[in-house]
Structures are given as structure tokens and as C-alpha cells.
Nanobody
């Protein structure tokens, strides 16, 4: 069974940092694009960041550019999201996602596997 399990969420003050991890199991995603989305209460799901299978083709949503950094370790089948200078507007459930197509470069428009989400709350 394929699973994406996020961890690292929590409560942090504005200006602080958190590092999210997404551990994949059941299959390797070393040949697949992976990324992060988030959803705040009452809002639509929002694209956060994406990274190609190779570690290239990195893209970010406009609201997190310059503050968040996505990375991956294919040997560990794990995806990361370093979040710095957090703002109350970053409060949301953060979801890890993966594209099922091999050699894919992005999940922004094609995410086929999803994690259960991890809550990030930023207090002012």
C-alpha cells in the first residue's frame, strides 16, 4: 500500500521556522515529481511547492517564494519543506503529494498520491 506520511507540523510564533517531512512507503518516488499543497479553513487548496524527480524544476506559490524551500532525498524516499519567516497567513493543513508519472517534473497540475496532512499553526 502506497503511503505518504507528513510530519513536523505544529504551533509556532510569527517569524519562526518549521521543517516538514514527507516519508513515502509502499513504492519508491525517486522517479516522480513531488510537492506540497496547503488548505486553510474555508479556503481552497493552494499550491505551495513542487520539485522534479531529479531535484530540479523547483517552483513555488507566490505567497511562499523566498521564505520556503523544498528539497528531497531520493535515497530516503523523503520530501522536505523548510518554512522560514512564518506568518499567520501560513496557517493551514499541509499535504504532501506525488505525481504517478515517471520522470515527471511537477505536481502543480497533476498530483495522484496524497498524504493525510499535518497542521501548521502560526500565532501572531
Amino acid at each position: 500500500q502506497v503511503q505518504l506520511v507528513e510530519s513536523g507540523g505544529g504551533l509556532v510564533q510569527a517569524g519562526g521556522s518549521l521543517r516538514l517531512s514527507c516519508a513515502a512507503s509502499g513504492r519508491t518516488f525517486s522517479r516522480n515529481a513531488m510537492g506540497w499543497f496547503r488548505q486553510a479553513p474555508g479556503k481552497e487548496r493552494e499550491f505551495v511547492a513542487s520539485i522534479a524527480w531529479s531535484g530540479g524544476s523547483i517552483s513555488y506559490g507566490d505567497s511562499v517564494k523566498g521564505r520556503f524551500t523544498i528539497s528531497r532525498d531520493n535515497a530516503k524516499n523523503t520530501l522536505y519543506l523548510q518554512m522560514n519567516t512564518l506568518e499567520p497567513g501560513d496557517t493551514a493543513v499541509y499535504y504532501c503529494a506525488a505525481n504517478s508519472n515517471s520522470w515527471s517534473s511537477s505536481v502543480k497540475s497533476s498530483a495522484d498520491y496524497w498524504g493525510q496532512g499535518t497542521q501548521v499553526t502560526v500565532s501572531s
